[in-house]
């Protein structure tokens, strides 16, 4: 049985934390990542300052060489992403549900030498060949989340 040391399984780690979210400065919600299950999965409960909720569950699947993210927030909106680093940052979308009329999602997240995170969120409708912006934040670090694992 493999565990979940491998130094691509925690290429996310960068995420982990307590933040503040901010978008054009003004406060867009508040995000908690942690590690769980031994280090095996990245887990984000999200509340916006609206009161939409929402959790992704974020994990490296070895099989297929990449990270996986699945969505659902509590309009039961949900989303799966894959991807990987990227340049330093990690970049997931859903390219692989791609097909006549499928939207199209990317979401970056790069970390900051300060120690932020920013998240940009890009939809498309053409295939890829245009990008529009959905949602573009700071996570700013309230504090340090204990491993759950």
Request: contains cysteine.
């Amino acid at each position: 049985m493999a565990d979940c040391t491998a130094p691509e399984t925690r290429q996310f780690d960068f995420w982990l934390g307590h933040w503040t979210v901010t978008a054009n400065g003004q406060v867009a919600g508040d995000s908690r990542i942690e590690s769980i299950l031994d280090g095996c999965a990245v887990l984000e409960t999200w509340t916006g300052a609206s009161g939409n909720r929402g959790k992704s569950l974020n994990v490296f699947n070895r099989a297929l060489g990449a990270w996986e993210q699945f969505w659902i927030d509590s309009a039961g909106d949900r989303l799966l992403l894959r991807g990987g680093l990227r340049d330093g940052a990690m970049v997931l979308d859903n390219v692989h549900e791609a097909g006549p009329g499928v939207r199209r999602e990317r979401i970056t997240w790069t970390a900051h030498p300060d120690g932020s995170v920013r998240q940009l969120w890009e939809m498309s409708t053409d295939g890829g060949a245009h990008w529009n912006v959905e949602f573009d934040v700071l996570y700013t670090r309230v504090m340090d989340v204990d491993r759950v694992d």
